[in-house]
């Protein structure tokens, strides 16, 4: 879980408007980058344990979210492949219960 234990200092500094105030969104959107992509890390992590697989890098991708736009760092592996499902499907719950409230003209 590089992500997590090895912080650089751009993700140590409080994100803050220029008044000085703590910018709790980007803070939020931060943390659940970081908590998303250490899941990610720790699963493909179990699928190469057994030494039939190994890491290859990662494929970077967006997911708009409440808090703000993710880049997810998605492990990408040497034979197979790795698919965070469970973040997607969370993400198609939200939306389709966003869809749901809105009328069919999109209002409220």
């Known amino acids: 879980m590089e992500i997590l234990s090895d912080p650089t200092p751009d993700m140590l500094a409080m994100p803050r408007f220029d008044d000085g105030a703590i910018d ?7 943390l ?13 992590d179990q699928l190469c344990a057994g030494g039939a697989n190994s890491r290859n890098g990662y494929r970077e991708r967006s997911l ?4 703000g736009t ?7 592996l040497r034979s197979g492949s790795f698919f ?25």
């Open 84 to 108: 965070p499902e469970d973040v997607l499907e969370r993400h198609r719950h939200q939306h389709t219960q966003g869809a749901a409230r809105r009328g069919e003209d999109g209002s409220l």
């Open 64 to 67: 708009a979210t409440c808090v």
């Open 70 to 76: 993710l880049t997810l760092r998605i492990p990408k």
């Open 24 to 30: 709790m969104q980007e803070l939020l959107r931060r």
């Open 32 to 44: 659940a980058e970081q908590v998303v992509n250490a899941v990610m890390d720790a699963e493909a």
